[in-house]
């Protein structure tokens, strides 16, 4: 009989730096258009996989002097090429032992959530749109921070996932009790484009336990984290710099889409990351939701992946540019 525990140890043999098993009926109450009970009907468990993302990766955007490692290797290679290979690794292990697998690979939304027509009385619009981070929460691997990004006592911030859902009856692993997350609020303060509120909050329920984070702006942040600002960003000329600041103190009003498509077109280095990995060049490298959480979290010993020395070991250069 399968079991969690081979399922789990499995996994890490492939490569995955975490495993975490929920129950589908931890889903209670997600909208249809998020609800993965709407694609398998009859799974019984939804498995995750925790890729980190190398803080090395991070190393040559706090510096100031090489911006491409984490796009390529913390964002396009982790959700293109080694999560979808250890999902296919994992799947067969499940179907050898006789259950279905359904391999949901973090990129596959961009064909479309929520576009298609319902194909019957009562089902959502196609695709349904599975939200990595409360996926996770529900895979007990984590909690969901200030930031809205899921922190997992292992690397903090610093993960990117991939999933199976399954019909094999496996044991679901407790939901994490928290106490990562102590609402420093630097990562509020210190991104760039300000789109996390230090004031307003969204609270939602799951699996019977309150989630909140700050009220996110994802038109801010759609631009920003492409492209970051003129105070963090090498990439940027006067037409660019303009944009981004019209967008991020409110002079300019457009939807995120807008903002993501714009960013993308009118920076090279933006438009090399697309034609070159498929995702976006994150020039920003997370600085208020990774980078300055990792910091603190890290500071405080609260995170399993420990290493010799801090991750800031000198001014940032952004402050000394301003
Ligand atoms: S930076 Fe602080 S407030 Fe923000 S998610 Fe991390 S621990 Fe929480």
């Known amino acids: 009989m399968l079991t969690s525990e081979m ?4 996994a890490l043999e ?6 975490g098993i929920g129950s589908m009926d931890r889903f209670e109450g997600a909208p249809k258009e998020c609800d ?23 190393r040559g955007i706090e510096e100031g002097t090489y911006f491409a490692g984490y796009p390529a290797m913390g964002y396009a290679s982790i959700n293109d090429v080694f999560a979808p290979m250890v999902l296919r690794f994992v799947g067969n292990f499940i ?29 959502p619009k196609p695709d349904v749109f599975l939200h990595f981070r409360i996926a996770a929460f529900i895979c007990g691997m984590g909690e969901i921070g200030y930031s809205k990004l899921l922190l997992t006592p292992h690397f903090g911030p610093r993960q990117r996932f991939a999933f199976l859902i399954t019909d094999a009856p496996l044991e679901p692993d407790p939901i994490f009790d ?16 300000g789109a996390i509120s230090k ?7 799951v699996a019977g336990r309150e989630i909140e984070w700050g009220e ?26 303009k944009f981004v600041l019209d967008l991020i103190e409110g002079r300019t009003k ?17 438009r090399n990351a697309w034609e070159s990995y498929h995702h976006p060049s994150a020039i920003c490298g997370g600085m208020g939701c990774i980078r300055a959480c990792m910091i603190h979290l890290e500071s405080q010993g609260k995170l399993k992946n420990k290493f010799h020395q801090p991750f800031r070991r000198r001014k940032p250069w952004w402050h000394q540019a301003s």
């Not at 492939?14 to 495993?19: E, P």
């Not at 004031?199 to 329920?205: D, P």
């Open 7 to 10: 399922v789990k140890r499995f």
């Open 14 to 19: 492939c490569g995955a730096d975490i495993v």
């Open 36 to 58: 993965p009970r709407y694609i398998f009907p009859d799974a019984k468990a939804i498995i995750g996989l925790g890729f980190r993302i190398h803080r090395g990766l991070l």
């Open 95 to 123: 179907e050898d032992h006789g259950h279905e697998a359904l391999l949901y690979q973090n990129t596959s939304v961009r064909l479309g959530c929520g576009v298609g027509k319902p194909v019957a009385e009562g089902l």
């Open 178 to 193: 928290g106490g990562l997350c102590d609402r420093c609020m630097r990562c509020a303060n210190e991104c760039p484009a």
């Open 199 to 205: 004031t307003r909050t969204v609270k939602i329920m």
């Open 216 to 241: 996110f702006d994802e038109t801010k942040c759609a631009a920003v984290y492409q492209i970051g600002t003129p105070n963090c960003s090498p990439f940027l000329d006067d037409g660019t710099a």
């Open 254 to 270: 457009m939807s995120a889409g807008e903002a993501f498509s714009k960013a993308r077109q009118m920076v090279a280095y933006s």
